[in-house]
């Protein structure tokens, strides 16, 4: 049998330590003020923000100092720099000697055209031609008998003035020696004169006669050449009812059915010399005052980067876009097809050593002269001047510095507030 005793009234009595007592709140006031001090400047971003962004909606770049390139990109359109469209020479029945695509030569024959009417009217000129040919030679040997006829009285003439001299001279001696009378002497002497008179008049009708010769050969001639002229004319014209390819190529589109009847200058065909590929860009008219000959453009054909130039700009302005031309700088590369799109770069203008920035939005939400600069978890509402743009940096003229970082993202969350917290 045990015997119970007292032991399970006992209690343990600790023995009673007052500096513990005061460990626990020092320590907690600690742990608060590293807090706060830790806290200090969170509390102070908080305190001096108007607004407050969340980091993950903000795109960021970094400003830097590089050679800056101004450039526009536009979708440029392959096109053959030669593309010649055929037209119909004269109305007739057209038949082609060719197809759509057909590979031809220069100077190949593609078409023809039968034209009966210019073909007899071509018979017709030439038979007349050939007439005043021979009325010509009939009027050139009726001109030179005319000048023997003429130049015959005119010998003649001389002839009978000589003789008549002779009498005269013979009649003065004789009147001198008394062998003749006076009367004689001056029959003579009229003598004389009458034949000075006829050969002066037939000095003068062979002058006049051989200018009417001369007028009447040189308008049968006139005619002739004239003639020969239309009949050059006709020829040609008939000549151009073949039509043949100006260029070497291939035939592009049969504009006209075989066999058809076509009037005169209707396009009949056309042929493109793939030799000789453009490119044609749209260009926006915002670069149009930007634009100048000569200036080098970027072209990429799947993986190829191709050098061109710009050769050619159009005047006109549609639908606020300018129509432009660009070169290959060096051989057409080989793959090229009409009308094939290819995306084109021109480089407008670059510059070195300029302070730049990536493009983005916060253009548009400040109107190109605010940027919020990013230091310490805050963004802060910077003035700035922005210069030239190019398709991915903009100039920044002043307000920015290099190394700076500013959200280029929309800024229109910010609603202009001078400091932004961003929240991390």
Known sequence: MKISDTSSQDVLIQPNNTRKRFVLPVLIIAILVIAAWLLMPSINRWAQAQESVSAERLRTATVELGNFVRDVSVQGRVVAAVSPVLYASQSGTITFAVESGDSVLEGQALASIDSPELQNQLLQEQSRLLSLNVEYDRQRIASQQARLESQKAMDSASINLKAAQRELDRADRAFAQGAVTEVDRDKARDNMETAEVLHKHATQDTELNNERLEFELQTRRLAVEQQTLLVNELTRQVNELTIVSPVSGIVGNLLVNQKTNVIRNQPVLSVVDLSAFEIEVQIPESYVNDLAIGMTADVRSGTQSLNATLVAVSPEIIDNQVTGRLRFADAVPDGLRQNQRLTTRILLEEKQNVLMVQRGQFVDSGN???????????????????????????????????????????TDTFNNADTVLINR
């Open 368 to 410: 190109g002269r605010v940027a919020y600069v990013l230091r310490d978890g805050m963004a802060h509402r910077t003035a700035i001047e922005i210069g030239a743009s190019s398709l991915t940096y903009l100039e920044i003229l002043s307000g920015l510095q290099a190394g700076d970082t500013i959200v280029v993202s929309s």
